[in-house]
Structure formats: structure tokens, C-alpha cells
């Protein structure tokens, strides 16, 4: 089992930036493909980015490619994400997730996910 913790949410204004961090334990993600997802307030849960287990490959929503960056650093089991020119529609809860099919996670289809972290991007 893996444990997932997301960090960094907050309050920010438009055009500002946050950085997220999701932290796992229980088990390394070295050989997981690891993602987020977000969910507006009277949305679905939707895609963010997901990035491959050496991080080799990474894919993002449209809405967020150029200003969003998927990163990881196995040795600390720690994901990220870097958001930069945020807006008020990035504004939801953010999801850490995690599981060793690529393609699955991206669709959102994994076991492991975290409790999310709050990000308020106001105008």
C-alpha cells in the first residue's frame, strides 16, 4: 500500500505561482507513473498532468500545458507540481495520484490517491 500527502495549496492571485508537493509512503513510487488531477467546486475530477516512472515522459491537460510542470524526485518519493500564471478556473482541490500503468493513470483509473490540497487562484 501507498500512502499519498499532498502540500502547498493555498491562496494566491492571478498570475501568481504555487508550488505542490505530494509525498508517499509505505512503499517507494520509483517505479510508479505518478499524477494530478483537480476538481472545481460542481465539476468531475479531471486530468492535470502525469509524468512516467523515470519521468522521462510527462502529458498535460490543455488548459494547463506552458504553464504547468510535472516533476519528481525518486530518492525522496516526492512528486510535484509547478504552476506558474495561475488563474481563477486552475482554482480547486488538487489531487495526488499514483499506479503502475501509465496509460490507466492518466484516465484516472488507480488505487492510490491522496486527500488533496486546496488551491484558490482569486481575480
Known amino acids: 500500500q501507498v500512502q499519498l500527502v499532498e502540500s502547498g495549496g493555498g491562496l494566491v492571485q492571478a498570475g501568481g505561482s504555487l508550488r505542490l508537493s505530494c509525498a508517499a509512503s509505505?512503499?517507494?513510487?520509483?517505479?510508479?507513473?505518478m499524477g494530478w488531477f483537480r476538481q472545481a467546486p460542481g465539476k468531475v475530477r479531471e486530468f492535470v498532468a502525469v509524468?512516467?516512472?523515470?519521468?522521462?515522459?510527462?502529458y498535460y491537460a490543455d488548459s494547463v500545458k506552458g504553464r504547468f510542470t510535472i516533476s519528481r524526485d525518486n530518492a525522496k518519493n516526492t512528486v510535484y507540481l509547478q504552476m506558474n500564471s495561475l488563474q481563477p478556473e486552475d482554482t480547486g482541490v488538487y489531487y495526488c495520484?499514483?499506479?503502475?500503468?501509465?496509460?490507466?493513470?492518466?484516465?484516472?483509473?488507480?488505487?492510490?490517491w491522496g486527500q488533496g490540497t486546496q488551491v484558490t487562484v482569486s481575480s
Open positions: 509505505g512503499r517507494t513510487i520509483s517505479t510508479y507513473a
Open positions: 509524468i512516467s516512472w523515470s519521468g522521462d515522459n510527462t
Open positions: 495520484a499514483g499506479g503502475p500503468k501509465l496509460g490507466r493513470l492518466r484516465v484516472g483509473v488507480t488505487s492510490y
